[in-house]
């Protein structure tokens, strides 16, 4: 397990906090020109106009992945900006709360909460912070079988958790907001709470299939794409969805919910594969290398007896049939005395004393 230092989660805490506020404020404020042009004052086909709104919402969607990106380094950014969809989920939940907003917050920062933009870029990103660090406790992968798996569960879970997202915000939020009657409404309520489950499942499901969601990416951003290039034939095609997702659903798009969703699960696929290889990595150095601290703690050293014998003679190695250890060689005791004729004769030497000298001689 590779935990992240002190600073490095408040830099990406820091990071996190505060470009993703900007990011979404230049979603709301593209989406808001681009779904006038579409709507109010009717496209004709000159994409001029749409310029300099495509623009802004490019350059929010290159906040967002900087704010992945900061995923690299630890995860806490991710997971603190993630507690923030707790606001846009109350407005969902509670409608009322969305007209107090309205008269303190700018129109352009408005619009983009009532379609649930932030309440769905909050929520991807809490969780693929929350995915990353149990990534990097246990980084091994989970097989060949579930990743094919995840691949088609987190395409499931994701396109339910938007219909009954976008079916909620409709029947709740934009309801109310129509008719001025901000009542609760359960159904609305159960059906965002639900889709908020299935978005958070759906992107669970990376912890063992790291590719589960590249096929929503690729999907969110060509439906996005196709949208502004070709309306004529996006638009009639949407607006056969039941009363309120036609509405909503199209303006979601349009605001950069789709466009933000998909770059981020394209951003977030290539930093989960980045962290995972990393961790693996360490994992694997201090597997090899072992903890001599904790290992001496745990597994003291083996305590061996002296030996018994002297060490094999120069002899053995090259005689492995000799027996070992040899046998003692057996001296005579007290020494046999050497002949020599007494007294000696003139010139001759004495005799040698014992070696080593006896006791008492």
Do not use: C
């Not at 906090?17 to 009717?42: D, E, H, K, N």
């Not at 992945?68 to 991710?78: C, E, P, Q, Y």
């Amino acid at each position: 397990m590779r935990r992240s230092s002190l600073t490095a989660r408040l830099i990406t805490i820091v990071i996190a906090l505060v470009l993703t506020p900007i990011a979404l404020i230049l979603l709301s404020l593209g989406g808001q020109t681009v779904t006038l042009t579409f709507f109010a004052y009717g496209f004709d086909g000159d994409f001029a106009p749409l310029v300099g709104p495509l623009l802004l919402q490019t350059l929010g969607l290159v906040l967002l992945v900087l704010v992945v990106l900061t995923g690299i380094w630890s995860s806490a950014g991710l997971i603190a900006v993630g507690l923030l969809s707790v606001a846009p989920l109350i407005v969902a939940v509670f409608p009322v709360t969305l007209s107090w907003l309205i008269r303190i917050a700018p129109r352009e920062w408005g619009d983009g909460l009532i379609y649930g933009v932030p309440l769905v870029v909050l929520t991807a990103l809490g969780t693929m912070g929350l995915v990353l660090a149990l990534v990097r406790r246990d980084p091994r992968p989970k097989g060949a079988a579930l990743s094919v798996i995840g691949i088609i569960a987190a395409s499931v879970l994701l396109a339910g958790g938007a219909w009954a997202i976008v079916w909620g915000i409709g029947d709740g939020v934009l309801f109310a907001l129509q008719r001025f009657q901000f009542d609760i409404r359960p159904g609305a309520s159960l059906a965002v709470f639900a889709g908020i489950l299935l978005v958070v499942a759906g992107i669970a499901v990376t912890r063992w299939s790291p590719f589960a969601l590249t096929l929503p990416a690729v999907v969110l951003l060509a439906a996005s794409i196709m949208l502004v290039a070709a309306p004529d034939v996006v638009f009639p095609m949407l607006l056969q969805l039941p009363r309120g997702m036609n509405t909503v659903l199209p303006t979601l798009l349009l605001y950069g919910g789709g466009a933000a969703a998909g770059v981020l699960y394209l951003a977030f696929t290539a930093v989960l594969l980045r962290v995972r290889a990393h961790s693996r990595l360490a994992s694997g150095g201090s597997a090899s290398t072992g903890d001599t601290s904790s290992s001496a703690a745990q597994y003291p050293a083996a305590q061996y007896p002296a030996a018994q014998y002297p060490a094999a003679p120069h002899g053995y190695a090259q005689n492995p049939n000799a027996p070992y250890p040899p046998a003692p060689v057996q001296h005579p005791y007290p020494p046999a005395p050497a002949q020599h004729p007494y007294p000696p004769t003139t010139g001759q030497q004495p005799p040698p004393a014992p070696h080593p000298p006896q006791p008492g001689r």
